[in-house]
């Protein structure tokens, strides 16, 4: 395929979408699938081709990806050619028919649909998410009507690999696994390193709790991650790519790998794409459960048929990655970036966002809100707006108490400071991080020590071992803990709590050990009431801890004198 | 190429006793007998046998001439793989921060409870296997486990035992009406 080809594929297929008198757009992401989206799309499928039986409808029923208010799938849009649109929340099979049949009777829908200027959709500004619950993810040919594609064949006939991670560079796009390291640099570092092969790897291994956002993006929207990375190819002189997808997203291997043989058929990857000069393919490689595959060096021992295991960094994968050579990792979601970038410049990117964080964040807001779901906003937007004007607040009248970012390397956000912006500075200022995008608001309910427990545990688990002060001081942090949670503990447990969360902080040697102690150093600063309580009162303030331990050993005063004298001497 | 036909000659014998060997073969010569792909070849075996056995490990370990602690290894390193068989029903609850924030941590107590047993482990008659996972990504339908497969969200605990009973109750219908 060259790109006039791939231009008149688009048309054509535009064209036979506005010839359909009706498009039906059912979610059919995982969450809506678990909800009963399935059998949604059978009842209506039936009922379509009953119809078709006794004369001609022209309608179309796509099977898309997430549409973002999750905890209300499965999801239902009507689109009228006139650009009429519906959207029906928590379908059955029979409400979803008989919204169908009064449509074609021309009668009032059985159920009132969602209200279009819902703030959940209108405060959103969707870029990576822009095709995401409008295309069906497993037809290449809709894909293409949208654009894909489109930024690569401009790339590989117009712009040189300098040009290319220039452009990226004044974007100001970081990437988005967590750490926000600029994307333009990287790439111009992997361009530069000498090498006769490099490599590209996306990293989709989405080890933080409570986050789903890559899942998302790559069941719904498969090729704009496809074409990012083959963008990324060329701009760093690499033939080869590997997607590494976590072990507990079938759905997004298959719908990916599928993906990758609908390019290679239209000759947008393999060799020669779009008859330039330029190769690049892509394999996929699934993972097999452990959270620090994530980080880059373990995943690049994990793709190489190995245990995961981090090696100390210099050298960066830049310099000697897989095999040896040259590799670029970026997520998944920074790999989505890309082509709406190359296709509006950089300076339309730019122009979202903060003065340090430029563009959007794909977050997965979960927890004690109304709407929970997969979002977008702009970086910068206040977490109070996330919360409660997309989110809608608590349910049940609860009162919010922190939102949880960044997994088990962030932390939580009091209510106090819910007018931060939300950027990757402002995070880390107050102790919590970016992260991937897991948003977990928590209300009342929710008891901070024992939530530092939760993550600390995270850590004792998947730390792989290979160093003693994560092996080792997550353990024992956890036991801390752990008796601080059931009423074991006395108050120099605490002070011994922060010294080991300094030591495992600044002796780890790779970021799960950096930053396992983040959540325990943060809610202690946010929330050391709630410590206390446990400790001096041996109450749970949320009530959910249960206090039976009684303290074991109270150090007497010249035990705790000899202990600090020791700490001073050695 | 040449190299891991010779390779294999020691095991033919053993690959002819046994016909879940032969089917392993095939992913084998799928992937090149290529000592990168031994992850993707414990997926397939997995997929196929269940779980891994000394066997499996074994002739894995020979076929792609790497060390049998190597291979045990990697087997042991990733949560994904399995070296024991799994009861009749697989229970997996989702412990990731949506879903404890919402209450999973009861759901697990009440099954652990219920049927004598720990997270991780399968009941002696081999009836259930109770997990806990990290985030299976339907953070918006916490707090949700699977069962046998299948998603169910916004579970509470009595929800919960009620499907398991369901499904077991279902089994020994059906065994009692092939009897
Ligand atoms: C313990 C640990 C887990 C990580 N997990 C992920 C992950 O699941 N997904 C991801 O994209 N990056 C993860 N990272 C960050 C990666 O190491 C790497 O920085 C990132 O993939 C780079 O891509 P970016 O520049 O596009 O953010 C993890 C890092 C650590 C230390
Ligand atoms: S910090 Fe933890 S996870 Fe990282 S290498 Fe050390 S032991 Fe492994
Ligand atoms: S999966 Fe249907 S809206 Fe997200
Ligand atoms: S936290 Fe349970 S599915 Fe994500």
Redesign the pocket.
């Known amino acids: 395929m060259n790109p006039a080809e791939l231009h008149s594929l688009a048309e054509q297929e535009r064209q036979r979408q506005k010839e359909q008198a009706l498009r039906l757009f059912l979610c059919y992401s995982t969450p809506c699938l678990s909800a009963g989206a399935d059998k949604v799309k059978s009842a209506l499928e039936a009922l379509i081709a009953e119809r078709r039986k006794s004369g001609e409808v022209d309608l179309e029923l796509v099977a898309t990806g997430c549409m973002g208010p999750c905890s209300r799938g499965p999801l239902l849009r009507i689109l009228s050619p006139e650009g009429g649109e519906r959207m029906f929340e928590k379908l059955t099979p029979e409400t979803a028919c008989d919204i169908l049949r009064r449509h074609w009777a021309d009668e009032p829908p059985p159920v009132e649909p969602l209200a279009v200027d819902l703030p959940f959709f209108s405060r959103q500004t969707r870029i990576v998410l822009d095709n995401s619950g409008w295309i069906d993810p497993e037809k290449i040919e809709q894909s293409i009507a949208r654009g894909a594609y489109g930024a690569l064949a401009y790339v590989l006939r117009e712009m040189n690999p300098e040009e290319v991670c220039n452009t990226i560079k004044s974007s100001g796009l970081r990437g988005r696994g967590g750490g926000g390291y600029p994307t333009g640099v990287k790439w111009e570092l992997v361009r530069k390193s000498p090498a006769e092969r490099k490599f590209v790897v996306a990293n989709g291994d989405e080890g933080d709790p409570g986050a789903y956002m890559d899942r998302t993006i790559m069941e719904s929207d498969p090729h704009r991650v496809l074409e990012g990375m083959a963008i990324a190819g060329y701009a760093t002189g690499a033939e080869q790519g590997y997607i590494y997808v976590r072990g507990e997203y079938p759905l997004a291997a298959a719908r990916l790998s599928r993906a990758i043989k609908d390019a290679e058929r239209k000759g947008l990857l393999g060799s020669r794409i779009l008859e330039s000069n330029f190769n690049f393919r892509i394999d996929l490689r699934v993972g097999a459960g452990a959270f620090?595959c994530g980080e880059e060096t373990a995943l690049m021992t994990s793709i190489m048929g190995r245990r995961g295991?981090?090696v100390p960094r210099p050298p960066y994968p830049a310099q000697s990655g897989l095999w040896g050579y040259p590799t670029l990792i970026n997520n998944v979601e920074t790999f989505a970036n890309v082509a709406p970038i190359l296709k509006n410049g950089a300076e339309w990117f730019s122009g979202f966002g903060t003065e340090k964080s430029k563009g959007t964040k794909v977050f997965a807001l979960c927890g004690e809100v109304v709407n929970s779901g997969l979002i977008e906003v702009h970086m910068g937007i206040r977490l109070r707006e996330i919360v409660f004007d997309i989110g809608g607040g608590l349910p049940d009248g609860g009162a919010f108490k922190a939102a949880q970012t960044g997994g088990p390397s962030g932390g939580c956000i009091p209510a106090a400071h819910l007018d931060t912006p939300v950027d990757y500075e402002s995070l880390k200022e107050l102790g919590s991080m970016m992260g991937s995008g897991g948003l977990i608001v928590m209300n009342q309910g929710s008891c901070m020590p024992d939530v530092a427990k939760f993550f600390m545990e995270f850590c004792q688990d998947e730390?792989?071992?290979?160093?003693v002060p994560?092996?080792v001081g997550t353990v024992e942090m956890h036991e801390i803990l752990t008796r601080i949670t059931n009423g074991a503990a006395v108050l120099e447990d605490l002070e011994m709590l922060e010294d080991l969360c300094r030591l495992v902080q600044e002796s780890?040697?790779?970021g799960?050990?950096?930053t396992a102690p983040n959540p325990v150093l943060n809610t202690l600063e946010y929330f050391r009431d709630e410590y206390l309580a446990h400790i001096r009162d041996r109450r749970c303030p949320a009530e959910v801890c249960r206090l039976d331990k009684v303290p074991l050993l109270k150090l007497p005063e010249h035990a705790r004198e000899l202990a600090i004298f020791l700490k001073e001497k050695c | 190429m040449t190299t891991s036909v010779a390779a294999g000659r020691p095991n033919q014998d053993r690959q002819g006793e046994n016909p879940r060997l032969q089917l392993l073969e095939k992913s084998l010569k799928k992937f090149h007998y290529q000592q990168d792909a031994l992850i993707e070849v414990l997926h397939i075996a997995q997929e196929t046998f269940g779980h891994l056995d000394e066997e499996i490990l074994d002739y894995v370990s020979l076929r792609l001439r790497l060390p049998p602690s190597w291979v045990f290894g990697v087997a042991t390193f990733y949560n994904f793989f399995s070296l024991d068989p799994q009861g009749d029903h697989v229970c997996v609850v989702c412990m990731g921060t949506a879903c404890y924030v919402k209450g999973a941590g009861e759901i697990v107590a009440r099954i652990e409870q219920a049927f004598s047993m720990k997270a991780g482990e399968t009941t002696p008659d081999g009836k259930l296997t109770l997990m806990a996972a990290r985030c299976l990504g339907n953070c918006s339908l916490a707090p949700m486990l699977t069962l046998d497969g299948e998603v169910l969200g916004k579970q509470t605990p009595e929800a919960t035992l009620a499907a398991i009973q369901e499904k077991m109750r279902l089994v020994q219908a059906r065994q009692e009406d092939t009897k």
């Open positions: 620090v295991q981090p730390s792989c071992g290979k160093c994560c092996r780890s040697l790779c799960l050990g950096m």
